[in-house]
């Protein structure tokens, strides 16, 4: 069972585009939202995250939505470049043991020069 | 400073044989964790352990068992692999447990089981 849904799958997106992914979740016990950003043979690193207390969180180009009553959330690139391009994995936890994280199944954003 | 160290990076194995992944942080992270990757599948947690000497299974443990050797050290053991643990395998780890902290990842180990 998926308890983070995550799309679409794939994305591709020209070069100054806004690339959007979406997420969304079911266990109202999740408290903390991250996305990873994995590069071609690489572990996934942290890209930006949110707590469902807030509804937007911006980094630079990248921001966050969340839409608690919804249970969604959704990553915003925007100005897009070849170097974005990579597999974006959203993510979701419960506050309690070990902070275990439940991903999402994953986007491959290719972005065209 | 190496973060999360991970070996080795590939390794082909026939069913039926044994082996240990190893991993290692220089963080001095509580927490650490297995997770496997499969293509349209995200990455799932095999074992996490919320700090030295606590192991706990999480969503996929089956056919897999952890070791948690000191502060710096998580194994992973394949007793016995099977053609369905063909996959990428990733080792994490992170500051405190209960807390929001990120975790920080290895660059995988890639498993082919014939």
């Known amino acids: 069972q998926q308890q983070v849904k995550q799309s679409p799958q794939s994305l591709i997106v020209q070069k100054g585009g806004i690339s959007i992914i979406n997420c969304a979740y079911e266990?109202?016990?999740?408290?903390?939202f991250p996305w990873y950003q994995q590069f071609p043979g690489k572990g996934p690193a942290l890209l930006i995250a949110?707590?469902?207390?807030?509804s937007e969180k911006k980094e630079g180009r990248f921001t966050i939505s969340f839409n608690k009553s919804a249970k969604q959330f959704s990553l915003h690139i925007m100005d897009s470049q070849p170097g974005d391009s990579a597999t974006y994995f959203c993510?979701?936890?419960?506050?309690?043991?070990?902070?275990?994280?439940?991903f999402g199944s994953g986007t491959q954003l290719t972005v065209l020069p | 400073n190496a973060g999360v160290t991970q070996t080795p990076k590939f390794q082909v194995l026939k069913t039926g044989q044994s082996m240990t992944l190893q991993c290692a942080q220089d963080?001095?992270?509580?927490?650490m964790y297995w997770y496997r990757q499969d293509p349209g599948m995200g990455l799932r947690l095999i074992y996490y352990?919320?700090?030295?000497?606590?192991?706990d299974k999480g969503e996929v443990p089956n056919g897999y068992n952890v070791s948690r050797l000191n502060k710096r050290e998580f194994s992973l053991r394949l007793e016995s692999a099977a053609p369905s643990q063909t996959s990428v395998y990733f080792c994490?780890?992170?500051?405190?447990?209960?807390?929001?902290?990120?975790?920080?990842f290895g660059d995988g180990t890639r498993l082919s089981i014939l």
């Open positions: 994490a780890s992170s500051e405190a447990r209960g807390a929001h902290q990120p975790q920080h």
């Open positions: 266990n109202t016990a999740f408290d903390y």
């Open positions: 949110i707590r469902p207390d807030v």
């Open positions: 993510a979701a936890s419960i506050a309690g043991s070990a902070r275990q994280l439940t």
């Open positions: 963080m001095n992270h509580n927490s």
């Open positions: 352990s919320a700090s030295e000497g606590t192991t």
